[in-house]
């Protein structure tokens, strides 16, 4: 098993561990939880977006948010972690954040390009070419095909628990602020 793969599976459980460091070290606020929620449901709008088009290792996903990044539950996840920053109002939260995506999310997008380049050689190629890895374009490439976003999906692909998860989160921040 690669490095890349090993954090691709530690990932989840490895936020958990960043999530409780950076929740003791939170200063959170009135203020700075409504700014981080308003951030965060940025992100989970992004996230919701994207999974409610992708056909995991099905077909390449090119329609919705992936005419403009490669990879935007990963944008969407980074959105919802400056939220959590935000709302932590530390720059410990900010610090302990940029590193676990850096560790974590830069190989991971690694390992699911190349497994993509192998799953759809040809079609990812292409993809690669026009649409960037992370930062979004802003002018987006042309989807390949017209589809358009699927209930079905969304729950298939159980975006349900990015909402709950988050849910939970912010009332453990509002738990934080109200004790501190």
Partial sequence: MTLREILYRWRVRAALFAFVAVLVLARPTAAS???GA???LAGL??????AGHIRKDKA?????PYRFTRNPLYVGSFI????????AWTWWGAVIFGLYFLVFYVPVMAEERDRLRRLFPQAYAEYEKRVPLFFP???GAA???PRKWEAALFRRNKEFRAWLG??????????RGWIR
């Fill in 137 to 139: 374009t802003l002018r």
């Fill in 60 to 64: 390449l996903a090119v329609t919705g």
């Fill in 33 to 35: 939880i409504a700014a």
């Fill in 143 to 145: 989807p390949s095909e």
């Fill in 45 to 50: 709008a992004v996230r919701g977006w994207a």
């Fill in 166 to 175: 988050t849910a939970i989160v912010w009332g453990l921040f509002i738990l």
């Fill in 38 to 40: 308003a951030i965060g």
């Fill in 80 to 87: 919802l972690g400056l939220g959590l920053v935000c709302c």
